[in-house]
């Protein structure tokens, strides 16, 4: 198993996680774990572009550099943190997981992961 693959597996043991994946900026997924049927290329997609206009919010608001997206759905939340300057870690949880570990968790993980890409 790959070093980044081993960090992501890593975010996966976390209750309640269904997905961690890293993505380039581009929207490909350069690694990426699921413990259900998901998507990890249409997350990847969606992620990037989600990033991009949340970026492009912020450049014109003067709130500087975004740390991080949240996004919460009926059935789980979607945390997308960076990965170094051309990546980024995302998240998926199911409904029940504890948002606050995994966000502890992300920032733990994010150094590493850039440093692996």
Known sequence: ???????LAELAKVEGVLAVLVV???GFV??????EDVDLEGIAAIVAS????????GTE?????????????EEGPVA???????????VVGNARCNLGRIRLEMKRNSQ???ALV
Do not use: C, H, W, Y
């Open 30 to 35: 350069i690694e990426g774990i699921t413990t």
């Open 24 to 26: 380039g900026r581009d």
């Open 1 to 7: 198993m790959s070093q980044i693959k081993d960090v």
């Open 61 to 73: 608001m003067v709130r500087g550099m975004i740390r991080g997206l949240l996004m919460e759905f």
């Open 112 to 114: 590493l992961a850039a």
């Open 80 to 90: 997308v943190g960076p990965a170094g300057p051309d990546a980024l870690l995302v």
């Open 50 to 57: 989600n990033v991009a206009a949340a970026e492009a919010m």
